[in-house]
C-alpha cells in the first residue's frame, strides 16, 4: 500500500496568494475551453503563469490521454480524474472577499485510487509516465511553488472530480462493455464471478484456452484427439473380449495382458462424457471452469480417469517384470501370484483416486477431461505413476541387455556342435540362450508395448510439468491484459491470438499430447492382435454355432447307439 503525505498548511497559503497580484506573476484564472477534459471540467481553471489551455491539451496528448479511452473501465475513470485534476486546478471564490480565490489541487485519494488500479496497466502499455508517484509532489508544481512544489491534499481541501453526470456518463459509456470474446462479469464491481478468469469487469468464457488460440483451433485440434481416444476405447473393448472369451487366454502370462488392457479401455472409456457434452465437463457455467465441488460429472469422469490411469502403469509394470522374471531368470514366479498383483495394482489405484477425491483436486484444466489439478498432479498422480514406470523401465533396460549379450554369445559360439563333445556348463549355457531367444518370440508384443506405454507417460509428463504451467491464468493474467488491448483496438482476433502465441503452450505439442495418450488402446490393439486371435476366434464361434445348432446333441446319441 502506498502511503501519503500532505502539506495542507503551505498549500491554503499558497492557494489564498495566487491571484492577489497580477496575473502574469501567479498565473489566471480562466473558463476550461479544451477537449480532453471535457468531461471532467466545469469550472474555471487556474493557469500557471505563462501557460496556455493549448499546451496543457498537447501535454495531456503526449501522457497518453486519448489512449486511455481505450483502456477498461476500472482504470479510464480514475486515470482520466487524476490527468485531469492535475492539469486543470479549480479556481474558487473567498466569500466576502471579491479579490481573493482559493486553488484547489488534486486530491491524495485520487492519485492513490489511480496507481491501485492502473499502474499494471499503465506499465504493459508502455504508459509507465503516467503511473502516477503520489509521494512526490504534484507534476509540473515544482515550477511555481520552488523548491519543493504542491503536494496532494486531502479530500476536504483538494480538486475532486467525477465524469460530469455521474457514473455511467460521459467516457464510461464507451468501455462498459466487454469485447468478444469476454463476457460481462456479473458479479463486478462488488465482486467477480471468478478472481482467475476475470478482470477489470470482462471475463474470459469457458473453457477459457479456447479463447487464447485462433478461432476453433483447439476445438478442431481437441475434437481429433477425441475421435482418436473413441477408436482406442473401441479397439481396447476388442482385446478384453478376446483375452476374456478365447480359452487359454486367461492364463498366466496372457491374463497380465487382460488386465492391462482392462486398464486400458477404462482410461479410454473416459471419453463418453465429453462425447455426449464436451462443454458439460469442462464448465460449470459459462465462466467457471469444472471441479469436483461444482461439477459432478468432471468428479466421476475424472475419478474413472485417475483409477484408469495408475492400474495401466501397474499392469504395465507387471508386464515388464515378468518379462524379466522369465527372460533372465527363467522364472514363473508371477505365475502363482495373482492375487498380490491384483491387491498390489488395483488396491494401488483405488489409494491414489482415494487422495485425488479426498483432497478435492479433480477440475479440468486443459481439453476436454477433468483430471488432478495442475498444482497438485506432481505429487498425487504423476510421482506415484513414476515410481512404478520408471524402476520398471531400467529393469526393462536391463532385459535387453542381457539379451544382446546372450545373441552375441550365441554368434560367438556354435551350436551345431554335438551335444556329446560339449562339457555340462556349455550345454547350460546353449539351453539358456535357446530359452531367451523362445522369450523374445513369445513376448516381443509385451516389450514392445511396455515401451509404448513409458514414453506415452513420459511425454504427456513432461508436457504437464512444462508446458501446462504456462496456460494458468495467474501466469498469463499480464499478457492477456495486453490480448484485450489488441482486440480493443479493432485487431483481429486471430492475430491478437498470434500475439499472444509466445506465452502459451505451443498449439502443436499440446495436441501432440493429448494424440500420444489417447492413442494407447488402439497401440495395444495393433500389437496385440495377432492373425492367431482371429482364427482362434473363428475356432470358438464354430463351436458356439455346432453347440446352437443341436449338432452335439445328434452326435452323441449316434455314438451312444454304436456303444451299444
Not at 509521494?135 to 476536504?156: C, H, L, R, S, V
Not at 505429487?379 to 546372450?406: K, N, Q
Not at 483496438?489 to 492475430?495: D, L, M, V, W
Not at 492367431?532 to 443341436?550: C, I, Q, T
Amino acid at each position: 500500500m502506498v502511503r501519503f503525505f500532505t502539506k495542507v498548511a503551505a498549500v491554503a497559503t499558497l492557494a489564498i496568494g495566487l491571484l492577489s497580484s497580477t496575473a502574469d506573476a501567479l498565473g489566471s484564472s480562466v473558463p476550461y475551453t479544451g477537449a480532453v477534459c471535457k468531461n471532467y471540467v466545469n469550472y474555471n481553471v487556474w493557469l500557471p503563469p505563462n501557460t496556455t489551455i493549448d499546451a496543457i491539451e498537447a501535454s495531456l496528448v503526449k501522457q497518453g490521454a486519448e489512449k486511455a479511452v481505450q483502456m477498461p473501465y476500472v482504470c479510464l475513470e480514475p486515470l482520466m480524474e487524476y490527468m485531469c485534476s492535475v492539469a486543470y486546478p479549480r479556481v474558487e471564490a473567498i466569500q466576502n472577499v471579491p479579490t481573493q480565490f482559493n486553488v484547489r489541487f488534486a486530491c491524495a485519494s485520487t492519485c492513490q485510487k489511480t496507481y491501485e488500479q492502473c499502474a499494471m496497466l499503465l506499465s504493459l502499455f508502455d504508459m509507465k509516465a503516467a503511473i502516477p508517484d503520489c509521494n512526490a509532489p504534484i507534476p509540473e508544481t515544482t515550477k511555481y511553488a520552488p523548491p519543493t512544489g504542491i503536494m496532494f491534499q486531502p479530500d476536504e481541501s483538494c480538486n475532486h472530480l467525477q465524469a460530469l453526470g455521474g457514473p455511467g456518463t460521459s467516457l464510461s459509456n464507451l468501455t462498459a462493455q466487454c469485447d468478444p470474446p469476454f463476457v460481462v462479469d456479473v458479479d463486478y464491481p462488488s465482486g467477480t464471478a471468478n478472481a482467475h478468469y476475470c478482470m477489470y469487469g470482462c471475463c474470459l468464457p469457458c473453457p477459457a484456452q479456447y479463447h487464447l488460440y485462433r478461432e476453433d483451433a483447439l476445438q478442431t485440434g481437441f475434437t481429433i484427439t477425441n475421435y482418436m481416444r473413441a477408436v482406442s476405447m473401441v479397439l481396447s473393448f476388442l482385446l478384453v473380449l478376446t483375452y476374456l472369451v478365447l480359452d487359454d487366454k486367461r492364463s498366466h502370462p496372457s491374463a497380465l495382458i487382460l488386465y492391462f488392457a482392462v486398464g486400458v479401455f477404462l482410461f479410454s472409456v473416459v471419453i463418453i462424457f465429453p462425447l455426449i457434452d464436451t462443454k458439460a465437463i469442462q464448465c460449470a457455467d459459462m465462466i467457471n471452469p469444472s471441479t469436483q465441488r461444482n461439477n459432478l460429472k468432471c468428479a466421476i469422469q475424472g475419478a474413472i480417469l485417475v483409477f484408469a490411469s495408475v492400474a495401466t502403469c501397474a499392469w504395465c509394470t507387471a508386464l515388464i517384470l515378468n518379462l524379466h522374471l522369465h527372460t533372465v531368470w527363467n522364472s514363473s514366479w508371477f505365475s502363482t501370484k495373482y492375487w498380490l498383483l491384483h491387491i498390489l495394482c488395483w488396491g494401488f489405484a483405488t489409494a491414489i483416486t482415494g487422495v485425488a477425491l479426498g483432497t478435492g483436486q479433480i477440475q479440468w484444466d486443459f481439453a476436454t477431461l477433468c483430471l488432478v489439478s495442475q498444482e497438485k498432479a506432481s505429487e498425487i498422480f504423476f510421482y506415484p505413476m513414476a515410481a512404478m514406470i520408471f524402476p520398471a523401465f531400467l529393469v526393462h533396460i536391463a532385459t535387453f541387455v542381457h539379451i544382446a549379450r546372450i545373441s552375441t554369445m550365441a554368434g560367438v559360439d556354435s551350436e551345431t556342435m554335438s551335444r556329446s563333445t560339449l562339457s555340462a556348463g556349455a550345454a547350460a549355457a546353449i539351453s539358456h540362450r535357446r530359452h531367451v531367444m523362445m522369450a523374445i518370440r513369445i513376448q516381443w508384443r509385451a516389450a514392445l508395448m511396455a515401451i509404448c506405454a513409458i514414453v506415452s507417460v513420459t511425454f504427456y509428463w513432461l508436457f504437464y510439468f512444462i508446458q501446462l504451467r504456462k496456460i494458468n491464468p495467474a501466469t498469463l493474467a499480464q499478457n492477456i491484459v495486453v490480448f484485450v488491448f489488441c482486440l480493443r483496438s479493432g485487431t483481429p482476433h486471430n492475430q491478437c491470438a498470434d500475439n499472444l502465441a509466445p506465452f502459451l503452450p505451443p498449439y502443436g505439442l499440446m495436441i501432440a499430447a493429448e494424440f500420444v495418450v489417447s492413442s494407447i488402446g488402439t497401440v495395444i490393439f495393433i500389437v496385440f492382435f495377432k492373425m492367431a486371435l482371429v482364427r482362434e476366434w473363428g475356432d470358438k464361434l464354430s463351436s458356439l454355432g455346432y453347440l446352437m445348432s443341436g449338432k452335439r446333441k445328434q452326435k452323441k446319441e449316434q455314438d451312444q447307439f454304436f456303444v451299444i
